[in-house]
């Protein structure tokens, strides 16, 4: 079968499938190829939804055996169905995939299942059950990212196991080494850890969630260990081995070195782009010292007619900043240019209590040779944190000192990943301390600790 399409689309993931959504509404002739079995990419099927949805079940399980009681619930016993908490969680995602497959549907775009290969720059063959060659005048290549293996601890998906893997447990674990203290490694060792595991981090740097503002990760961190988590801080990973049911570790921190053993190591030291088998050396689609696809400020490759977003290029590795860049390329087809605002991107660790961030940190500010006046506010004084016992955290402000512009907004508390949008739209808006202080902010609520937040600096 030969076909040709106005835009091609290879990857199905948020950026792949909202570019190719947005591609047909704009009437372009679009198809998608994705090469598993269900749509939906990385973050759906073995990332961002069965991992919330474990977040949300586990801290649900762990605050009605800790708290019940306080708030006149009493239960007899409480236990945690593991078999039934991970058969939830497939459904959930069995339910959006259907979601985006319908999204396919609505909007004419064909998708087709196998691995894309460039024959040349305007063509690719597709390997499945058939004999597939498609032409289109432009691709965008959204394939994603994958984890990254430590070369001397290879994952046998068994003991040795990626965030992929670990989604996915046949059992609750008795114990767990997490090798990377990132967004990852504390979301998924908050799962665990909550239903009974014990659970060990060991982190090269000296502070988990490096990229957040510092007081934040620090604050975090605290949290953390008060719940039950174990941290190696300034710690390196020197060598390892998989047994039948176990893992060994050695690690070397304060010029010691230790022995940690467990049943289930994860290893969580990020990710990295992927697009192999694509045959990009073929068609001389150049790649940036990274081992990211070199793009220009229009997401265009070396191939002018071929754009590349989302994990395969520099930046945050983001659904949501994925699909922005998907409707930014599929717009610039069309002659329009939107620009994607990525001091306005959210990032967000959904452990308990939540981090949620946007824009500059004071210490990024300062590089900047900005002045800037920072405020803070703690959840302990937010009548809805007592209201919901969920007091831990608070919130800080960072605000330029002439103009007032609001710069960054930092949460460490319950609902910060909701929270966050009233610091995205601010700092997209580029509005100022006025603009949001004199707003009416509805009573009792969190948001009103931004307020707060922003009450309590002084401009002179």
Known sequence: M????????????????????ECAKLGFKTACVEKYNDVG?????????????????????????????????????????FPKMMERKREV??????????????????????????????????KNDHSITLTADYFILATGSKP????????????????????????IPQSMVVIGGGVIGVELASVYRRLGT??????????????????????LLQILKKQGLNFHLQAKVLNGKAHNDYAIIEVEMNQKKLELKSEILLVAVGRKPYFE????????????????IAINDSFQTSQRHIFAIGDLIDGPMLAHKASDEGVAVAHLLKGKKIEVDYLAIPNVVYTHPEVASVGLTEKQAKTFNLNVKVGQAYFKGNARAKCINDTDGFV?????????????LHILGANASELIAIGVIGIKNRMNFEDIVNSSFAHPTLSESIKDALHTINFK
């Open 277 to 292: 088998g694509l045959g990009l050396e073929k068609i001389n689609v150049n790649k940036t010292e990274k081992g990211t």
């Open 148 to 171: 990254i293996q430590i070369p001397f601890l290879p994952f046998d998906k068994k003991t040795i196991v990626s965030s992929t893997e670990v989604l996915s447990l046949k059992k």
């Open 2 to 21: 030969n076909k040709h399409f106005d835009v091609i689309v290879i990857g199905s993931g948020p950026g792949g499938y909202v570019a190719a959504a």
């Open 396 to 408: 800080k402000v960072v605000v330029e000192e002439t103009n007032h512009k609001l710069l960054g």
């Open 41 to 81: 990419g990385t973050c759906l099927n073995v990332g961002c939804i069965p991992s919330k949805t474990l977040l949300h079940t586990s801290q649900m399980y762990e605050y009605i055996k800790k708290n019940g009681e306080l708030e006149g619930i009493k239960a007899e016993e409480v236990v945690c169905d």
């Open 198 to 219: 014990n659970v060990t981090i060991v982190e090269m740097l000296d502070r988990i969630c490096p990229t957040m503002d510092e007081s934040i990760s620090r604050a």
């Open 93 to 126: 995602v069995k339910s959006l995939v259907q979601s985006v497959n319908s999204i396919f549907t609505a909007n004419k775009v064909e998708v087709i299942k196998g691995q894309a290969t460039f024959v040349d720059p305007h063509t690719i063959q597709i």
